[in-house]
């Protein structure tokens, strides 16, 4: 039947994409976690948790412009913020993003401008990447269940 | 033994699935369903605990991981407010789990102050695995520290230390020869029900230690099971430590301090659970002390008579100095103080308790005098003053271990009390598994150096003197430690604390973030219906392709969203234990007054939250650009998993033939970042 196999096909895109996006790097484990996590009773858990990440990030990588366009930048106050943004991506699974908060932090504590600088930019580089992927594969999500398909479920087993 | 009559009780108490809290049945009953579902009906199901961190994302996955695990989760943001839910509701928690890094309070501050006014096990996490970090979890008295990202599986056992933390006080407990030996059986009768064999172990060989003590006191056969609760006011508390004192280290057990303090209608009961509380007020304060010539001691001689005194009186002897700094204390006292000290033989010097961490004194002074809300004049939480700043009267190290203990034993014994802390406390591990290192129980070790834990202290302090001591809430705007911050120590009644085990639930408390739920019906946090006007909610339609960010109103004030536990079978369970545990309670109701917290006047400036319109799943910003694909990388697959292992189980549902090339419709192509 034609829906049926749309669907069936919307779902193997879907998981070609998710495991691209661990093929990439730009998801781990951890991601896998939050998915195990969400079910029946809490079906948007994944996008809830990761709306909440690209917004705190948002504030984040705000806050971290700020703090290196000052004069005198507080090198300790960087590394809170990239802490922070650390926590969050890596509970997340964000893992390219983790990676370059963990480069940025060697720089803080180098207290190197020019590395901190360099590698902000590759956070919000890095930050915006997974965000349009996460956008890419909840769309495809959305237009299975539109069709009315179901979401394969991933266990990973290492 | 009050595990088995809590196991006992908890089956009174039940999972029942059509008992709502919520003023949503829907979420609640789902959850309630869910738990029922997932086997949510037995212990630890329903462990009440309060998550602190400032991420929000952290913070919402582990609200629903502690939820998958069937525990009560109250989640917080901000360190302050988590201290005062705990504060307004002492019995509403059984364990904190809170991040190190936070905006408003230092991670570790928090977990001090937990442990020292509620004595509730505190985890730690923190993405920084670092030695020195973990180092630090392990001296505030953490029990736990893990390492984010937090797996689930982790938090599935977190229990355990709520359990390990109630045992150790129990068996200090009965060690104190608190419990009548009526006592101890009816008790164990009750908790026949018990099915854990470990615990049965326990029971015997701390039944064991209780006979091999010096010190048996007769029992008391008078007391009834059921007492009218007392009230510990500072005028009582003032004579039971002026009778403390009188009696020395060694002989202060509660049938002699009863007739010293000759109150009328006070049960030996009354006073030996007070005394236990007392002993573990000095025992914290004992503990805390992150030296690291502990380490090196050798090991401590179980005989010997524990010198929490001696500890204690060198902590007193800093509190003192704190006090001298902040003008509670007069110069005359301290030296009077030091004085009395003096008469004491030095036995060995042992640690030099000047050396304590100052800023660990220093906070848990704190929230005492925050208790007093607007009168904390002198100490400025903040501000990390060397307590030996300026005193007239220094106490030099030498001094210090002048003021304890005569016997050179006990000196010793402080030693490697301190040392079997630190050590038990390293050397813990195996028996746990798990987070090695980190499983440390500070009250455990410290319990199980105990087998007569006989409050020690300081004969001669002038009893009002040792008020302030005790209490560590210096004064208060009336200028005395005259009220119920005096035995602050008392308001968490160990076993109290067990037995409330409402249902999974979630409550949250926010103080300028709201995260409105996505999915309004589904989402948990919808069941409660104080998502009112107050917090700007932008309810979200899921199923439109153009969903909006969350929206973050203007910093408002935290709304506290907390499912009133049912207290009600606290009722039933205290019938079954002696008065000794209705002090906690009995507390609860005295120190309303002081605790009389409402976060809602503490206005946090915050971080102003945009609102943030940038629509997270707009197609019509997304840019239909490729970018280059040089940027991807495969090496990160393979630390995680083999491909084909990602072939098989990605593609676990079935999926049908592709019989053309059909295009997914909505499927862009990788955007370019602007």
């Known amino acids: 039947m034609q829906a049926s196999m749309e669907v069936g096909l919307m779902q193997r895109q879907w998981v070609e994409y998710t495991k691209s996006l661990f093929m990439e790097g730009f998801l781990d484990s951890q991601f896998i976690e939050l998915q195990k996590l969400q079910d029946e009773g809490n079906p948007d858990f994944i996008v809830e948790v990761v709306s909440l990440f690209f917004e705190d990030s948002e504030r984040l990588l705000n806050d971290l412009t700020r703090a290196l366009e000052e004069p005198d930048v507080d090198f300790q106050k960087v590394d809170g913020h990239v802490h922070q943004l650390k926590g969050s991506s890596s509970s997340i699974g964000a893992q390219r993003v983790k990676n370059v908060c963990i480069t940025l932090r060697s720089f803080c504590e180098e207290q190197n401008i020019e590395g901190c600088l360099r590698y902000l930019q590759q956070l919000k580089q890095e930050t915006c990447l997974v965000k349009n992927k ?3 594969l909840f769309r495809m999500e959305q237009q299975i269940m539109a069709a009315g398909g179901s979401i394969p479920t991933t266990e990973l087993l290492f | 033994m009050a ?3 809590l196991w006992g009780y908890l089956s009174l108490w039940g999972m029942d699935p059509s008992h709502t809290k919520g003023t949503m049945p829907t979420s609640t009953s789902i959850s309630a369903r869910k738990a029922a579902d997932m086997g949510c009906d037995q212990f630890p199901a329903g462990l009440r605990v309060l998550v602190v961190d400032d991420d929000p994302t952290c913070l919402r996955i582990l609200e629903k991981m502690l939820q998958n695990c069937c525990y009560a989760v109250t989640k917080c943001n901000r360190a302050e407010i988590a201290l005062s839910m705990l504060r307004e509701n002492k019995n509403g928690f059984d364990i904190v789990l809170s ?21 509730l096990p505190v985890i730690m996490m923190s993405a920084d695995d670092g030695k020195n970090v973990v180092m630090k979890g392990v001296i505030h008295g953490a029990c736990d520290y893990l390492i984010k990202p937090v797996r689930i599986e982790a938090l599935k056992n977190i229990w355990q230390h709520v359990v390990r933390k109630r045992k150790s006080e129990w068996k200090d407990l009965e060690q104190s020869g608190s419990m009548d030996d009526g006592d101890r059986d009816q008790n164990v009768s009750e908790g026949a029900n018990y099915s854990s064999s470990a615990y049965d172990g326990s029971w015997n060989s701390s039944k064991r230690k209780r006979d091999a003590e010096e010190e048996l006191e007769e029992r008391d056969d008078t007391s009834a099971l059921k007492k009218p609760r007392v009230v510990w006011s500072v005028e009582l508390h003032q004579q039971f430590v002026i009778a403390v004192d009188q009696l020395g280290i060694d002989k202060a057990v509660p049938k002699k301090i009863l007739e010293l303090m000759n109150v009328p209608g006070l ?14 007020y000095l025992r914290r304060l004992s503990g805390v002390s992150p030296h690291p010539s502990n380490l090196n001691n050798s090991f401590m001689n179980p005989q010997d008579h524990p010198p929490f005194g001696s500890m204690a009186s060198s902590y007193n002897g800093i509190d003192l100095q704190t006090l001298l700094v902040t003008g509670q204390l007069s110069p005359q006292s301290l030296a009077a103080l030091q004085a009395t000290g003096l008469r004491r033989p030095t036995a060995k010097s042992s640690l030099p308790m000047a050396l304590v961490d100052q800023n660990n004194i220093f906070s848990f002074e704190n929230p005492k005098l925050r ?5 904390t004049q002198h100490l400025n939480n903040t501000k990390p003053v060397s307590l030996f700043h300026g005193i007239p009267t220094k106490m030099e190290p030498k001094q210090l271990a002048n003021m304890q203990h005569p016997s050179v034993q006990t000196q010793r014994n402080m030693n490697m009390n301190m040392n079997m802390n630190m050590n038990m406390a390293l050397n813990i591990k195996s028996e746990h598994g798990g987070t090695q290192l980190m499983h440390l129980s500070q009250q455990q070790t410290v319990g199980q150096t105990l087998n007569n834990s006989n409050v020690t202290h300081l004969p001669g302090i002038p009893s009002t003197l040792r008020n302030l001591i005790i209490s560590g809430s210096v004064t208060t705007g009336n200028g005395t430690a005259d009220n119920s911050h005096g035995p602050r120590y008392n308001l968490v009644s160990p076993t109290s604390v067990m037995v409330n085990y409402p249902m999974s639930q979630t409550t949250e408390v926010f103080q300028e973030e709201m995260n409105s739920n996505l999915k309004v019906s589904s989402g948990v946090m919808s069941s409660y219906g104080v998502f009112s006007d107050l917090h700007m909610q932008k309810s979200h339609d899921w199923d439109s392709q153009n969903v909006s960010t969350l929206a973050f109103g203007t910093p408002h004030h935290g709304n506290f969203i907390h499912h009133s536990f049912d207290i009600s079978p606290s009722s039933l369970i205290h019938h079954g234990f002696p008065s000794s545990q209705t002090n906690g309670e009995n507390h609860n109701s005295s120190v309303n007054g002081k605790t009389n917290f409402s976060f809602l006047d503490s206005t946090q400036p915050g971080i102003p939250q945009s609102v943030d319109h940038n629509s997270f799943f707009d197609p019509g910003e997304v840019k239909n650009q490729i970018i280059p694909d040089a940027s991807y990388q495969t090496d990160l697959l393979s630390e995680d998993f083999g491909q084909d292992e990602l072939l098989g189980v990605f593609l676990k549902q079935e999926q049908q033939e592709d019989n053309g090339s059909v295009d997914f419709s909505g499927y862009q192509t990788e955007n370019i970042c602007v």
């Open chain 1, 134 to 136: 996460f956008e890419n």
């Open chain 2, 3 to 5: 595990l088995f009559c």
């Open chain 2, 99 to 119: 991040d190190v890094h936070m905006p408003d309070m230092d991670g570790f501050k928090l977990l001090e102050q937990v442990g020292l006014e509620m004595d």
């Open chain 2, 267 to 280: 049960s030996r009961e009354n006073v030996a659970s007070h005394l236990q509380k007392y002993r573990l």
């Open chain 2, 371 to 375: 208790f007093g809300e607007d009168q």
